[in-house]
């Protein structure tokens, strides 16, 4: 017991051995194949990975649990329609290897907590209910039953529902999610943060204050009509590179490829197609046609800049720049944005990009020529102080352009998790509108609570203090996932009791309240048996499309209960006298889905057009030009870029994926594309900063926060030296979270400020 308190909440720091080589100039081809046929046959067997592979993201097969990218309404690949990351989303949840209490009683919690992120994930899929009794350092087994009275008893013993938290990840399904947010509303709280607060919540903020919704505007189609497509902050080859099919055709199709990002991502320079024997055998497709290599956080002083050139394109070409018609017609606020620009100077716009002049004057040029723009975005743009402002300075982009509303133009923020658009869809918020709680009341006639819950820093915020005491996470790896690595342990640590709906085991598991359970539950490709029936699920894609998923795989324990089952049973043993039929809903997935039509908007006929092959689109206003704003006009809007100022040894650095993770789970060490092997503890530099600081690559360094009165440290990390621009560098999440200050949020949106971390690098001293 005494070394119980030893538990690590990060990443050990010992060096795995770092290979370097050129970094890559196209995405996929042969190798992507290999790679994902090893990771399925190696974890999965040749049997099972097959049956997987050909089922997955078919019509009436299996969602690939990776990212939200949609599939094509038309024709899909008979080769199966995944990507070498999805194969190695697949790997990770059917492998065969499994934990039972043998594996808990062998191995302590503290012993488990000083392995990698990696070395975690490879132990295989949680087999049975687990418990951790106060001041123990080895999980137990359970039953179900016992489990579910230990929650509802912490769940009843607290004095407010305010002191618990239910906190979602983007994988869970409609009809779960569905139902967790009725019983947590049940229960007496709106306490739901998401893996969406860290994600595209300053995208929800800024969509839904300009163009009244928080979804995007484009769907798949719109991709093989754009004259013009900008791809801001994301890195498509590695997190959705499907999309790379999309953007091949968009080209083939005569789109102009604009990418603007930091360092050069392979998957945006080519892309061989790994569906196609040429790809297969080499040939490529080159994609960006511009590439902006922007200073971290340049982006909004970068689309003011483009704003105003139109302007002045809009003067000298006898306003055929700007579509009048649209502008008039749908929008409010363009004399104020206009007067806006004018007062700002276009030179120390230019100079916070860092990039050329030329090199802006000529995007302002082909923009101002064409009319059927699409601008992508993802984490590079959200995970900033200044997002929403970044975010709707993309909305007025677009608005000047009147490339909103039809074919072939609109807002596409490329969502990160399968479901987590769907989520939000189905009420996980933890500022729900009145609307949705109006609804929940007329629906099942209970009084809902209106006061706004935490979102995810201010439940960590909300543990740290006492405030609050009972963390319940359906899915997810939160300690890892959330800013202020020792911060959030603490939180989470003061808890009474930590629970976890899991597939795999995480650090999560490891760094736990007084008393922890793990509740383990069927994957996306697990067959859901009932009464000897297979049952199927929901999910929403990133384009608003809603269809069915099925597992086809026999579970690897008996004792796995689906995520819904599990939701039903928590509800039961914690509200007495709840009128509401969770029995029938545990029983009845057709049941669920005839409630949330009942309830959430655009969900009529549920059970019947999720039934029909690739699902049916949700209503979306601005799709259609319609705004759902106080004024039913779209809105231009003002903002002030405020640059930040780095002190002479500080520098800015941004938090991304490598190519073998998907999030806070590592399938692999390499980062093939960027062609660092074999590591993850490094730190991507420009040549130059690297000199300057008298350091060299190779050499290993701390990286330091001083911000908000705290001293955080990330012990040794290897100089790479790498083409990214000066004082801007590079670091992989989850390694690097520890230096992201709990208080460095993104303004309205409080979206933890992942990419533009200010840090000092010095020599690591022992
Ligand atoms: N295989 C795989 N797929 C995934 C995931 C995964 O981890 N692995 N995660 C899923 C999830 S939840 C999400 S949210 C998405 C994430 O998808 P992405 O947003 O593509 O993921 P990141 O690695 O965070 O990369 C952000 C990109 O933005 C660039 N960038 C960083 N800062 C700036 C900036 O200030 N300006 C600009 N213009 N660019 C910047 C980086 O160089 C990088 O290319 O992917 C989803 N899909
Ligand atoms: N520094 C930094 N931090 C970041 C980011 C960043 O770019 N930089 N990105 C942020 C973003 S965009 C996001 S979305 C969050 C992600 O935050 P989370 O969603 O909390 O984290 P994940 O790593 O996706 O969660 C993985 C765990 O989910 C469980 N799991 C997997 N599949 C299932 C399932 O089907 N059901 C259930 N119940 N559990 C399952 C497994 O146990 C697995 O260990 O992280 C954020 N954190
Ligand atoms: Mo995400």
Redesign the pocket.
């Known amino acids: 017991m005494a070394d119980k308190k030893k538990v690590n909440p990060e990443n050990p720091q010992n060096f795995t051995g770092i290979r370097v080589s050129e970094t890559q100039k196209k995405a996929a081809g042969l190798p992507a194949v290999i790679k994902s046929v090893q990771h399925v046959y190696n974890e999965v067997g040749i049997a099972r990975g097959t049956k997987t592979m050909f089922a997955l993201n078919q019509k009436g097969g299996i969602d690939c649990p ?2 939200a990218w949609p599939d094509p309404d038309d024709e899909r690949s008979k080769l199966g329609e995944y990507c070498e ?1 999805g194969a190695k989303a697949i790997a990770e949840e059917a492998t065969s290897k499994k934990l039972t209490a043998e594996f808990f009683k062998r191995h302590s919690v503290s012993s488990l907590s000083q392995l990698s992120d990696y070395e975690i994930g490879r132990k295989g899929r949680l087999a049975e209910p687990m418990y951790l009794p106060q001041g123990a350092d080895h999980y137990e087994a359970i039953t179900w039953d016992k489990a579910f009275e230990k929650i509802a008893h912490h769940l009843n013993q607290q004095e407010n529902p305010n002191q618990s938290i239910f906190y979602t990840s ?1 994988r869970t399904s409609n009809e779960a999610a569905f139902l967790y947010q009725l019983f947590a509303r049940a229960y007496g709280t709106n306490n739901l943060p998401d ?1 969406s607060n860290m ?1 595209h919540e300053s995208s929800g903020a800024a969509l839904s204050e300009t163009l009244g919704i928080g979804k995007g505007s484009v769907t798949l189609d719109d991709f093989n009509h754009a004259e013009v497509i900008m791809i ?5 080859g ?3 590179p499907r999309m790379l099919t999309a953007l091949e055709k968009a080209k083939k199709n005569g789109a102009t490829i604009i990418t ?4 050069k ?1 392979a998957g945006l320079l080519a892309f061989a197609n790994p569906q196609k024997m040429s790809g297969l055998l080499g040939g490529k497709t080159d994609l960006t046609d511009h590439y902006l290599q ?1 200073r ?4 909004l002083a970068l689309l003011q800049a483009i704003n105003k050139m139109l302007f002045t394109r809009e003067e000298e070409y006898t306003k055929q720049v700007l579509d009048h018609d649209f502008i008039q017609k749908h929008t409010e606020g363009f004399e104020a944005f206009q007067r806006h620009l004018e007062g700002l100077s276009l030179d120390e716009l230019i100079r916070h990009t860092g990039l050329p002049k030329e090199q802006i004057e000529l995007i302002a040029q082909i923009l101002s020529e064409k009319s059927k723009i699409i601008i992508c975005w ?4 959200t995970q ?1 102080k200044n997002a929403v402002d970044t975010i709707k300075e993309v909305v007025n982009l677009l608005l000047l352009k009147g490339s909103i509303g039809k074919e072939g133009a609109g807002t596409c923020p490329v969502r ?2 399968s479901n987590v658009q769907g989520d939000r869809t189905m009420g996980i918020h933890e500022k729900p509108s009145s609307k949705l709680l109006d609804k929940i009341e007329e629906v099942f006639q209970f009084e809902v609570p209106r006061k706004y819950g935490y979102d995810t820093v201010a439940a960590i915020e909300a543990m740290h203090e006492g405030k609050a005491n009972v963390f319940f996470g359906l899915g997810g790896n939160f300690i890892s996932a959330t800013p202020d690595t020792l911060y959030t342990a603490q939180a989470l640590q003061n808890c009474d009791l930590t629970v976890h709906v899991s597939t795999k085991l995480n650090r999560s598991h490891l760094i736990h309240g007084k008393e922890a359970l793990i509740l383990p539950c069927l994957a996306r490709t697990d067959v859901d048996l009932k009464n000897g029936k297979a049952r199927f699920q929901s999910v929403e894609n990133s384009m608003g499309v809603v269809h069915s998923t099925q597992g086809k795989l026999s579970p690897i324990s008996d004792d796995l209960l689906s995520e819904v089952e599990i939701i039903c049973r928590l509800a039961q043993a914690t509200l007495h006298n709840s009128s509401i039929e969770w029995d029938k809903y545990a029983e009845d997935y057709d049941f669920i889905r005839d409630s949330i039509e009942q309830t959430i908007h655009g969900f009529g006929k549920y059970n019947e057009r999720v039934r029909k092959d690739g699902g049916f689109y949700l209503p979306n206003c601005a799709r259609e030009n319609k705004f759902n704003t106080s004024s039913q006009k779209a809105q231009f809007s003002v903002s002030d870029f405020r640059p930040i100022e780095l002190a002479e040894n500080e520098f800015l650095m ?1 938090t ?2 490598s190519h073998d ?3 806070t789970t590592i399938y692999g060490l390499d980062d093939r594309y960027r062609g660092i092997y074999n590591e993850r503890r490094v730190i991507m530099m420009n040549p130059m900063d690297i000199k300057t600081l008298g350091l060299s690559s190779g050499d290993i360094v701390d990286l330091t926060n001083e911000q908000f009165g705290q001293h955080r440290i990330a012990k040794k990390f290897i100089v790479v030296e790498y083409n990214i621009p000066r004082r801007c560098t ?1 670091t992989y999440f989850p390694e690097a979270n520890v230096l992201v200050p709990i208080q460095s949020k993104a303004d309205k949106s409080h979206t933890p400020v992942s ?2 971390v200010v840090i000092r690098i010095g020599k690591h001293a022992e």
Not at 232 to 236: A, I, K, R, T
Not at 296 to 299: S, T
């Open positions: 990776g990212c990351n983007g893996c994600c801001m902050g994301q890195n498509p590695t997190n959705h603007v990002n930091p360092i991502e922007i971290l956080n340049g982006d993802a984490m590079g743009l900033h990160g998790h941004m991304i994926r993770q998907f999030n590079a990419k533009s």
